[in-house]
Nanobody, 123 residues
Framework: VTLLESGGGLVQSGGSLRLTCTAT????????VGWFRQVPGKEREGVAC????????HYPASTKDRFIITRDAARRTVYLQMNNLKPDDSGVYFC?????????????????WGQGTQVTVSS
């Protein structure tokens, strides 16, 4: 049971990137999925999550209206579309999945984590 992120890279401020999270060994259909970013010296921050129970997505104020989390039909892949990127969006991005209700409760303790992908936004 693993998750693998891809799609990170270097982009200019105002640009876009799409991150992909692919599950192996399980489908994410009944799992909550979250995207988080980590910057050295700062706490890990949730940037988007998708609730399996509600079929809804949730975002903090820092990414609302810029980031979009979606799932593909087979439920093995979750995407994070990031638009109008800012230098403060730089960091290592992780996806995470959990069979429990993590998203709507704002619970950051997910069961399965990927290894992360680096996103760097230049000014």
């Amino acid at each position: 049971v693993t998750l693998l992120e891809s799609g990170g890279g270097l982009v200019q401020s105002g640009g876009s990137l799409r991150l992909t999270c692919t599950a192996t060994g399980f489908t994410m259909e009944h799992y909550d999925v979250g995207w988080f970013r980590q910057v050295p010296g700062k706490e890990r921050e949730g940037v988007a999550c998708s609730s399996a129970v509600e079929g809804s997505s949730h975002y903090p104020a820092s990414t609302k209206d810029r980031f979009i989390i979606t799932r593909d039909a087979a439920r093995r892949t979750v995407y994070l579309q990031m638009n109008n990127l800012k230098p403060d969006d730089s960091g290592v991005y992780f996806c995470a999945a959990d069979p429990g209700a993590r998203c709507i409760r704002g619970n950051p303790y997910y069961d399965v984590w990927g290894q992360g992908t680096q996103v760097t936004v230049s000014s």
